[in-house]
């Protein structure tokens, strides 16, 4: 299916006080060309393996495959999975009538801290929180699967 998705650099905690869910992702990828990136990911006591596919060109729009796989299934693909292996926190923090992704990276992209919001339509109006930095989306350095290969630490 198509997500249509805003991302955003975070620029304070304040996000936390107000999250409902706090989970940690490690992750990997098969494949990080942008055009059909293959991630593994491990969310909690879940495992998944993902497909996207090119992104329009405001960078909003992607097509996203997703299959739930068992934690044994996602380890072991992790091993098979470029060098780079993601680790991070995910919060989920409601916002009016949406929910904000906060991804809080650790290791090499340790400091880097990104905030995204999945939306039903492009024009699709939503709340912006005084702790929301400036918009990064279509950043293609932004995407985890860059992130894997070129880290924050590096830039
Ligand atoms: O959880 P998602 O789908 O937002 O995916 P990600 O791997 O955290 O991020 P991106 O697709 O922006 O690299």
């Known amino acids: ?21 706090k989970t940690r992702i490690v992750q990997g990828f098969l494949n990080t060309d942008p055009n059909r990136t293959v991630r593994v990911r491990i969310k909690g006591e879940l495992g998944f393996i993902t497909v996207k596919g090119k992104s329009n060109t405001s960078g ?22 470029e060098k780079g292996i993601l680790d991070k926190y995910r919060y989920e923090v409601p916002i009016g009538n949406h929910v904000y992704e906060v ?10 801290t990104v905030a995204e ?14 702790w929301l930095g400036i918009e990064v989306t279509g950043e293609v350095k932004y995407y985890n699967s860059q992130l894997s290969k070129t880290p924050f630490n590096l830039w």
């Open 103 to 112: 991804d809080e990276f650790y290791d090499e992209n340790e400091g880097l």
């Open 1 to 21: 299916m198509i997500e249509i998705e805003r991302k955003f650099l975070v620029k304070s905690d304040d996000y936390k006080s107000v999250a409902s869910s």
């Open 117 to 130: 919001i999945e939306l039903n339509h492009e024009n699709e109006s939503f709340d912006k929180p005084a």
């Open 60 to 81: 909003t729009s992607r097509f996203e495959w997703e299959k739930e796989i068992s934690v044994e299934d996602a380890e072991n693909l992790l091993k098979l999975c």
